[in-house]
C-alpha cells in the first residue's frame, strides 16, 4: 500500500494496530452529507493520516467527527487488514449515492470479515453512514464511548468542529470596531455579498481606524473562510469536467493523464492481480509521479490557470488577501511590543 498524500510505500502490520475504528461525521450543510459523500464519480480506497481525515472534516466541512472502536477479535483484525490490502490493490469503482457509496462498502467491509452466520449479515444492509452506525451498534459491533462531550473529547473518541464559531465570533469582533462602517447583518451575509476588493478596502478602513492584531486576524480568519469555499466550488466543477471524459482540451487531457498516474495499481510491474511483491511494484515510478503532481498541480489554481483564467484570478486574489491580512497582524504585534519595550 501507498500513503495518498505522497506515494510513499506504507506497510500495515497487524501486530502493531491496536484497534480499528468507524468514523462517523456529524450532518453538514450539503444533502449528500447524510450519504458519505457526493454523486457520481470513480472511487477508490485512500491511505490518509488521521490528521489529515480530522483536518478535512472538522475544518473543511465544519462536521464533528466521532471515532468508534470496533469489537474485533485479534484474527478479524488481521482479517480486516489483509482485505483492506486486496482492495486497495484491486478496486476501483463506480461511486453512486444510495447503491454504492462509502456507507454501503464500509458495511460490505465489516460484514465481509465476520462469520456467514453472524446476524450482522442476516440485516438489510445500511445505505447510510447513520444506518451503519447504527447496524453496528445493534449487534454490538462497536464499543460504547462516554455519551459526556468533555470527557469524549479528552479521550480522543470526539473532534469538535469549531469553525462556525471562531468565524461568527471574528465577524462580531469587526462589526464592534467598524463604527458602523461595517454594514453586514452576519458572517454570511458578510461572506456571500463582498468581492476580494470590498474586504480589502473594509479592512483598510476599519484597521486605520482600530490598528489592533485581532482585527486583523478576524479579517484573516474570515478570508480563509471564503477560501475554504471557494476552493470546493473549483473542486466540484473540476470533477464534473473530469467525469465528462471527453473536452477540456489540452489542460484537462494532461491533468487526467498525471491524476492516473497517482493510482498505485498503474505502476505494477506485468500486471497481474492481488497484492504485489516489492518486486512487482515499482516505487520509483509512483514516487515521480506525486512529484510531477505536486510540481505542476499542487494548488487547484494551477489547473483552473489554463482552463479558465477568470476563477484562477479570483483564487489569486483571495490569496493575496489572506497573505496581506497574516503579514499585517504580525506588523501590528511587532508595533505594539516595540511600543511596550520602550
Known sequence: MVSSLDGRKIDLDPKRIYEIHYLFAGPGEALMSRWGHSGKYLSQVFILPMWNVIN????????????????????????????????????????????????????????????????????????????????????????????????????????????KKEIQDAFSRIKKASNGIFQYTNADDYLKRTHSED?????????????????????????????????KDLQKELSKALESKSGGGHALGKYREILEALSPWKHVRGGGYGI????????????????????????????????????????????NNIDFFFEYQFKLILEKNRGTSK
Not at 124 to 135: A, D, E, K
Not at 200 to 208: A, E, M, W
Not at 278 to 289: P, V
Request: glycine share 2%; net charge negative.
Open 276 to 319: 504485489p511483491s516489492s518486486q512487482e511494484f515499482d516505487e520509483t515510478a509512483i514516487l515521480k509521479a506525486f512529484n510531477t503532481f505536486n510540481q505542476e498541480f499542487d494548488d487547484i489554481s494551477k489547473i483552473f490557470e489554463l482552463i479558465d483564467q477568470n476563477k484562477a484570478s479570483l483564487k489569486r486574489q483571495i490569496q
Open 199 to 231: 474586504r480589502r478596502n473594509l479592512f483598510n478602513k476599519i484597521i486605520t481606524a482600530s490598528p489592533e492584531p485581532s482585527i486583523a486576524v478576524s479579517f484573516f480568519l474570515l478570508e480563509m473562510k471564503v477560501n475554504r469555499d471557494f476552493t
Open 56 to 163: 478535512e472534516y472538522t475544518r473543511e466541512e465544519d462536521r464533528n467527527l466521532t471515532s468508534y472502536p470496533l469489537v474485533l477479535t485479534e484474527g478479524q483484525k488481521t482479517h480486516f487488514i489483509e482485505l483492506v490490502k486486496e482492495i486497495f490493490w484491486s478496486y476501483s469503482g463506480k461511486y453512486y449515492f444510495i447503491s454504492n457509496n462509502c456507507a454501503t462498502e464500509t458495511f460490505d467491509l465489516i460484514a465481509g470479515i465476520l462469520p456467514e452466520n453472524h446476524p450482522v449479515n442476516f440485516e438489510i444492509p445500511p445505505v447510510t453512514p447513520i444506518g451503519v452506525l447504527l447496524t453496528l451498534q445493534k449487534n454490538n459491533l462497536v464499543r460504547k464511548i462516554p455519551e459526556d462531550i468533555s470527557s469524549a473529547v479528552k479521550m480522543g473518541y470526539l473532534f469538535l468542529s469549531t469553525v
